[in-house]
């Protein structure tokens, strides 16, 4: 491991929505547990347990399909919210390690620890403690792989799930990657792994064994990555994501409007869309922005700072209705938005206050109307005065 | 005007005043300070109109007067005065200032002493003596917990109580609260006085008062008088209702650890280096025989702390901010301290072992 120039790990949950009800509800362990809905419903099924895919479930087969191969198969809607909850456990986990950290879903991540060694140990002990930590923490399992690229670590965390370990080296590519299907080829899906087998390429070594030119030529651009690849070369960085720095909506009246209250109840409505979009990300900001476009088209925005940072409709409408009210010229309007910035993650702004700071009521008012969305949609419950 | 002084008694008052000089006035004026000489003494005297100040220091006045002379500049050139007999002479047609030692003379300009505002007389009526050191401790356990964000004004006072022989001040920033009460000799006027006094204001007066200083404290319906050996200070006192802070405090706890005030201090310190930027968020862990104190950045690095401590009640884990635990640490006196939790969503109670009178409560950060 000495000789890589970067240590990657990937982790992946295994059958993460079907784990998590299990976890937590002790009468569904060892059953076949299917998440998705109903299965008299449209849908397919997201994540089934271990004890569903022996029955042949898969992820994203309708879930009729897998009604008809696993009949007695325990079908549930899933919480997404709880999924989420334990998601940020976990990367929080991830986190302690290494600030390039790329979640590719609730249940999946790449870690770039190169350089963490110092503080944390190998790569392929962070690895572990990481496995292990997940385990103690969550009461979960994870697969892990440990490599010196993205799509190595990627190969490597799915060679053993579940619960699997596995450390892929520059020196492994021969013997662990060539014998493995295209279809493990990053980029490579069903159609691209039926044109490839059309010319008797159907493992990762035959591929390997093809003149770039060749691969170019039939594949185009694909054709360098499945060259790159299947060597097991792959420069992609970790990336973090951009750091989102602020929440914010507007609307275009279809007429312009002169009327106050209709005005104010767009800010209401926008309100609701920035607090719903903001507690989604697990975030809070401090500034809030209201902008306002005139029928002659000048545009002024005002801000305010908070004291202490909010991810609350209330609070973000509060600020944008006296915002609005102090600044207004009585004049037709033709757009207005509001926006949320100087942004951090909620757990870290969880500062407790004395003195009605808490607004204990409020959020968890927020959080029921959240639920309500997360299941029924997100007109099926709104304000009065929204109503039209 | 002209008197001659020493060099010690006039940077004494101007050391003094200048903590009330106006920084931010729009008042040229304010950014002054007026001196007067009469009686054998010179007054100094700064406002910036929330806060004023007055010192009186002995000089030999030759010809009464006074003067407003810019506090940055005057301030400055007495602070670099040889230590010699200083002669100060105002010319009242201009009211420039000649300022003359050995044989040199300095000379800055003066502004009208008819310009400056004058300090309210306050009737003596609702008055009480605290003694100066027990007051300054009492200041320096409480004031640290105001908040300095102007948005609710409240909360950047300290509550001073006075009922009978008991005196009481209570600062919070609503994430952690000081509470520190203290006896005094009782007064009949003062009997169930609760005020709020802005925090610079009270800040300033432990800085002003001597060990062996007496506080004379004077109350009117908006303003506070302090009366330190040759110094008034004036304030004006914050409106609004305190909240009721006896309702915040926790009755009995879960977990009650001892544990000696400077390896907590020490620890925590160390703990704090390692704490994500804005956040500064440390992980309590209290087992039976210890105290657990994790921190990590993943910019930084990490850091594992044990403390040793005497645990009463249930095992537990909590985090706070480090900067709220520092603060009391620092000016918790007692060699040791309890700290008393109930659960992760209360707040923790941090109070010197051996010292009924003071109380610090310190809300946690609730993490996911």
Redesign the interface.
Known sequence: MEGWARKIIHVDMDAFFAAVEQRDNPGLRGKPVIIGGRPDQRGVVSTCSYEARQFGVRSAMPLREAFRRCPNGIFLPGNHKKYW?VS??IQ?IF?????LVEPLSLDEAFLDVTGCEG?FGPAVEIGKQIKDRISRETGLTASVGVACNKFLAKVASDLEKPSGFVVIGPKDVERVLWPLPVRRIWGVGEKTALHLSEFGWTTIGIVAQQPLANLKERFGSLGEQLYALARGWDDRPVNPGREVKSVGNETTFARDIEDGDKVKAALLELAQEVGRRLRKQGLAGRVITLKLRYADFTTITRAETL?EHTDWDGEIYRVAHDLFIKNWDQTAVRLVGVTVSKL?P???V????????NREKEEKLAEALDRVRDKFGEKAVTRARLLK | MKLYASRENLLHGVNIVQRAVATKNPLPILSGMLITAEDNTLKFTATDLEMGIECTVPVTVVEQGSVVVSARYFSEVVRRLPDIRIELEVNPNNHSTNIRYGQSEISIHGMSPEDFPILPQLDREKSVTINGSLFRNMIKQVAFAASSDNSRPIFTGVLLEINGEQLKLVATDTHRLAFRSGKIASSQNLDNLSVIIPGKTISEISKITGEDSQVQLTFTENQVLFEIDNICLISRLINGQFPNYNQVVPQGYKSRIRVKSKDFLESMERASLMTKEGSSVVKISIEELSMNITSNSPDIGRIYEQVQIYLEGEETSISFNSRYLLDVLKVADDEEVYLELTDSLSPGIVKPVGNENYLYLILPIRTL
């Open positions: 909850a940020r456990e929080k986190r302690e390690y290494t600030p503080l004291v951090a909620r757990d870290e969880g500062q407790l206050a004395f003195f009605g700071q």
